[in-house]
Nanobody, 123 residues
Framework: QVQLVESGGGLVQPGDSLSLSCAVS????????VGWFRQAPGKEREFVAA????????DSVGAMRGRLTISRDNAKNTVYLQMNSLKPEDTAAYYC????????????????WGQGTQVTVSS
């Protein structure tokens, strides 16, 4: 059974940093691409970043460009998302997902999803 479990979300102030974790079981992150997406109320799910099975990274070219780092720990089968200089508009539910497809920026190509973790940026 494949499971992706996100953690690390919470309430932070503007300008703070936050690190999210995606603990994966049932598949190897060295054989799947793992992506992060976010979804704010009333908005579509948005690509944030992805870690390809090869270990190469695909970073956001959107609103979070330059403010995040994606990494992984193969031994723990976990993918991390470090977010810096958080803004109120970063408030959303953050999801990790896994796919073997090369279209890592498109949520439609992902097979497995976590339940999400809420990030709220507010003063």
């Amino acid at each position: 059974q494949v499971q992706l479990v996100e953690s690390g979300g919470g309430l932070v102030q503007p300008g703070d940093s936050l690190s999210l974790s995606c603990a994966v079981s049932g598949l190897s992150i060295r054989q799947y691409n793992v992506g992060w997406f976010r979804q704010a109320p009333g908005k579509e799910r948005e690509f944030v970043a992805a870690m390809r099975m090869s270990g190469s990274r695909m970073d956001s070219v959107g609103a979070m460009r330059g403010r995040l780092t994606i990494s992984r720990d193969n031994a723990k089968n976990t993918v991390y998302l470090q977010m810096n200089s958080l803004k109120p508009e970063d408030t959303a539910a953050y999801y990790c997902a896994a796919t073997k497809n090369v279209m890592v920026t498109d949520a439609n190509y992902y097979t497995y999803w976590g339940q999400g973790t809420q990030v709220t940026v507010s003063s």
